[in-house]
T-cell receptor, first 115, second 115 residues
Framework: EPEVTQTPSHQVTQMGQEVILRCVPI?????FYWYRQILGQKVEFLVS????????KSEIFDDQFSVERPDGSNFTLKIRSTKLEDSAMYFC?????????????FGPGTRLTVL | GNSVTQMEGPVTLSEEAFLTINCTYT??????LFWYVQYPGEGLQLLLK?????DKGSNKGFEATYRKETTSFHLEKGSVQVSDSAVYFC??????????????FGQGTILTVHP
């Protein structure tokens, strides 16, 4: 069964460093998402990506964040200069469409720890 | 904007007990409603969904009914098992239009079932 994969499973970094979180969505999907969950808090939407551009982003997704689909299979989230408050679990998701019948499939997440 | 509120957790039950996890929502239009489950070390998996008022979603013995009049989508199971121990997330999505399918999640409820 096709699945969304994410690497690494855990990333530890120093404050101010750049990190890139990687995702491989399901191959025939067209819409891609990043969500995050700070420990003990809600899963929050960060950004959606369709047709090689950002389609929607939340207020969390500021200039420190960027997304890219560099090669038609990977979907990456870059944090340019990490802050302590970026420590969270980051989930990637993908779906074939945005209609009522379309399910979003999630990856297992990357736990980011900023020291 | 959209929001989802889940009952506070964690919830601890004995095997074969009845489970209810409350979920209420605020949304514009006619959202689709979802329950996702996250087992330890895994990503979010869709448990069940309902796309219009009075629909009942069901899967693996879990049920939830879309109640527009009370803006609720409570999760129930008649007899829980140890293997149901996980984190449960209620979520909503506005289909189509300019939403690009983003999900709005509740804060999650940790369920632990003891033998």
């Amino acid at each position: 069964e096709p699945e969304v994969t994410q690497t690494p499973s855990h990333q530890v970094t120093q404050m101010g460093q750049e990190v890139i979180l990687r995702c491989v969505p399901i191959s025939n999907h067209l819409y891609f998402y990043w969500y995050r969950q700070i420990l003990g808090q809600k899963v929050e939407f960060l950004v959606s990506f369709y047709n090689n551009e950002i389609s929607e982003k939340s207020e969390i997704f500021d200039d420190q964040f960027s997304v890219e689909r560099p090669d038609g299979s990977n979907f990456t989230l870059k944090i340019r200069s990490t802050k302590l408050e970026d420590s969270a679990m980051y989930f990637c998701a993908s779906t074939a469409g945005t209609g009522k019948v379309n399910e979003q499939f999630f990856g297992p997440g990357t736990r980011l720890t900023v020291l | 904007g959209n929001s989802v509120t889940q009952m506070e957790g964690p919830v601890t039950l004995s095997e074969e007990a009845f489970l209810t996890i409350n979920c209420t929502y605020t949304a514009t239009g006619y959202p689709s409603l979802f329950w996702y489950v996250q087992y330890p070390g895994e990503g979010l998996q869709l448990l069940l969904k309902a796309t219009k008022a009075d629909d009942k979603g069901s899967n693996k013995g879990f049920e939830a009914t879309y109640r527009k009049e009370t803006t609720s989508f409570h999760l129930e199971k008649g007899s829980v098992q140890v293997s149901d121990s996980a984190v449960y997330f209620c979520a909503l999505r506005n289909a189509g239009g300019t939403s690009y399918g983003k999900l709005t999640f509740g804060q999650g409820t940790i369920l632990t079932v003891h033998p």
